[in-house]
């Protein structure tokens, strides 16, 4: 894990929390699971909730020029792989205690954004639920390509850094769904994805 950046310029930052039309989903939830799953389900989605409300509460993300922060987790924007960018999706329970995971994703939230990065061949995963999404994406989407060209330039990043610069260009397992395959275009991972079976190239209808 890398120290964060000591500029004190931030791009983002919020403290995630609980509005009120998110409590009032609950009901809906607890409800809903009760009905449709089993009563105990019910009982367990409450507790669930909470659970998230209480461990998430207050947690602050910040996005500087060159790091992404989630709690006390850091990670350098140069090391992630803009292609990657989209919702979060559900992961590992045990992957929260990975100092590598940058999780603070409460299912009380308008949307999440997940990233992922590699750096030194090291997988990074972000997960944020968060109620400011589009802005959230938008800073990254301009912030990690600009911290990446100034990486390349002080030379403190090089393909190498994402699998390898001697990686031919073509189909490769993906770093972060060993079930599929991504694209990489032999300088850096692609947003193309394929099952492992019969992958054609991506200009030959790869899956996006």
Known sequence: MTEPTTSTEILFEERLAA??????????????????????????????????VVRFARTRVVVGPDHLTVGKRTVRLSALELSTLGQAGNTWPWRAFNRRYL???????DDSVGVRGL????????????????????????????????????????????????????????????????????????????PKQGAPPPDAGGDR
């Open 19 to 52: 509005t009120r039309r998110d409590w009032r989903w609950l009901p809906a939830v607890v409800v809903a699971s009760f009905l449709a799953v089993a009563p105990i389900v019910g009982g367990i989605a409450a507790l669930a909730w909470l659970w998230n």
């Open 103 to 109: 999780g603070a994703n409460p299912f009380w939230t």
């Open 119 to 194: 750096d030194f061949g090291k997988r990074y995963w972000v997960a944020i639920g968060t109620n400011r999404r589009a802005e959230l994406v938008d800073v990254l989407n301009r912030a990690i390509p600009e911290a990446r060209t100034r990486a390349v330039e002080a030379g403190t990043w090089s393909a190498q850094h994402s699998g390898g610069s001697l990686t031919p260009s073509g189909w490769h397992a993906d770093p972060w769904a060993p079930e599929q395959l991504r694209w990489w275009d032999g300088e850096q991972w692609t947003h193309w994805t394929a």
